[in-house]
C-alpha cells in the first residue's frame, strides 16, 4: 500500500509537471538574481554561499509540501483516501517520501545552477556533500509533511505552513549551512561531526514524531 499512494502521488506529479517545474523556476530565479546583483570576490561568494544555497532550498521546498496536501483537500480526495484500508501513519510515510523525492529531483536541477553561476569550485568529496544534502531533505520533508497535514484545513494554509516550518527546521538549516561550509573548506569530517550528527538527530526525531501522531492529525 505504501508504494501504491507514494506512485499516486508521483504519476499526479510528473502529469502535471506542477510542483516541480515551479521548485525550479522559483529556485533558478533566485539564483540568477543573486548572481547578476552582486558581484563578492571569491572567497566572500564561498563564505555566503551555503547560507544562500539552503535558504533557497528551504523556500523552493514549501512549494512542494503545501501542495502534497492542498491538492487532494481541494478534491476532497483527502478523506477518500482516509477512508480505504490503510493506516494512517503509512499515509504519512508516502507524504514524506514523495515530498523527499521532488526535494532531490528539484536540487538536482538547481545545484549544478548554483554552483556554475556563483562561480564555486566543487567540493573535494561530493559524497560527504550528497550525504548531507539527502539527509537535510529528509528532516524538511518529515517536518514539512506533518505540518502541511496539520494546517491544510486551514483557511491560509499556504501563509501558515512557512510560519511554522521556518522556525522548526532552523537548528536543521543552522546545521545544514554549518555543515555545507566545512565541505567546500574541505575540512575534516572530525571538525564538523557534531553539526553532521544534529542533522541525523532531527531526521530520527521528526520522521519519528509524524509516524506516531500522524493519525491524530489527520482526523476529519
Same mark, same amino acid.
Given at each position: 500500500?505504501?508504494?501504491?499512494?507514494?506512485?499516486?502521488?508521483?504519476?499526479?506529479?510528473?502529469?502535471?509537471?506542477?510542483?516541480?517545474?515551479?521548485?525550479?523556476?522559483?529556485?533558478?530565479?533566485?539564483?540568477?538574481?543573486?548572481?547578476?546583483?552582486?558581484?563578492?570576490?571569491?572567497?566572500?561568494?564561498?563564505?555566503?554561499?551555503?547560507?544562500?544555497?539552503?535558504?533557497?532550498?528551504?523556500?523552493?521546498?514549501?512549494?512542494?509540501?503545501?501542495?502534497?496536501?492542498?491538492?487532494?483537500?481541494?478534491?476532497?480526495?483527502?478523506?477518500?483516501?482516509?477512508?480505504?484500508?490503510?493506516?494512517?501513519?503509512?499515509?504519512?510515510?508516502?507524504?514524506? =517520501? *514523495? &515530498?523527499?523525492?521532488?526535494? +532531490?529531483?528539484?536540487?538536482?536541477? %538547481? !545545484? @549544478? $545552477?548554483?554552483?556554475?553561476?556563483?562561480?564555486?569550485?566543487?567540493?573535494?568529496?561530493?559524497?560527504?556533500?550528497?550525504?548531507?544534502?539527502?539527509?537535510?531533505?529528509?528532516?524538511?520533508?518529515?517536518?514539512?509533511?506533518? =505540518? *502541511? &497535514?496539520?494546517?491544510?484545513? +486551514?483557511?491560509?494554509?499556504?501563509? %501558515? !505552513? @512557512? $510560519?511554522?516550518?521556518?522556525?522548526?527546521?532552523?537548528?536543521?538549516?543552522?546545521?545544514?549551512?554549518?555543515?555545507?561550509?566545512?565541505?567546500?573548506?574541505?575540512?575534516?569530517?572530525?571538525?564538523?561531526?557534531?553539526?553532521?550528527?544534529?542533522?541525523?538527530?532531527?531526521?530520527?526525531?521528526?520522521?519519528?514524531?509524524?509516524?506516531?501522531?500522524?493519525?491524530?492529525?489527520?482526523?476529519?
Amino acid at each position: 500500500m505504501l508504494a501504491v499512494l507514494v506512485r499516486k502521488d508521483l504519476l499526479i506529479e510528473f502529469r502535471s509537471r506542477e510542483i516541480l517545474i515551479s521548485m525550479i523556476t522559483f529556485g533558478a530565479a533566485i539564483t540568477l538574481l543573486y548572481a547578476f546583483s552582486f558581484r563578492p570576490s571569491p572567497e566572500s561568494m564561498q563564505t555566503f554561499a551555503p547560507g544562500l544555497m539552503w535558504m533557497v532550498f528551504l523556500f523552493v521546498s514549501v512549494l512542494a509540501l503545501h501542495r502534497s496536501h492542498s491538492l487532494e483537500k481541494e478534491f476532497d480526495a483527502f478523506s477518500m483516501i482516509l477512508s480505504a484500508p490503510v493506516e494512517r501513519n503509512v499515509l504519512f510515510i508516502s507524504k514524506y =517520501l *514523495s &515530498g523527499f523525492i521532488f526535494l +532531490v529531483v528539484a536540487q538536482m536541477v %538547481l !545545484l @549544478p $545552477l548554483f554552483f556554475l553561476f556563483l562561480q564555486l569550485p566543487l567540493p573535494a568529496n561530493l559524497a560527504q556533500m550528497v550525504a548531507v544534502f539527502l539527509l537535510v531533505d529528509l528532516g524538511i520533508s518529515a517536518a514539512g509533511s506533518l =505540518l *502541511s &497535514g496539520i494546517v491544510m484545513r +486551514v483557511r491560509v494554509n499556504e501563509m %501558515l !505552513l @512557512p $510560519l511554522m516550518l521556518f522556525p522548526m527546521v532552523t537548528p536543521l538549516l543552522i546545521s545544514a549551512v554549518k555543515s555545507t561550509a566545512s565541505i567546500m573548506d574541505n575540512q575534516p569530517f572530525n571538525q564538523w561531526k557534531l553539526w553532521f550528527q544534529l542533522i541525523v538527530s532531527f531526521v530520527i526525531v521528526f520522521s519519528l514524531i509524524g509516524y506516531l501522531i500522524y493519525d491524530y492529525v489527520s482526523e476529519e
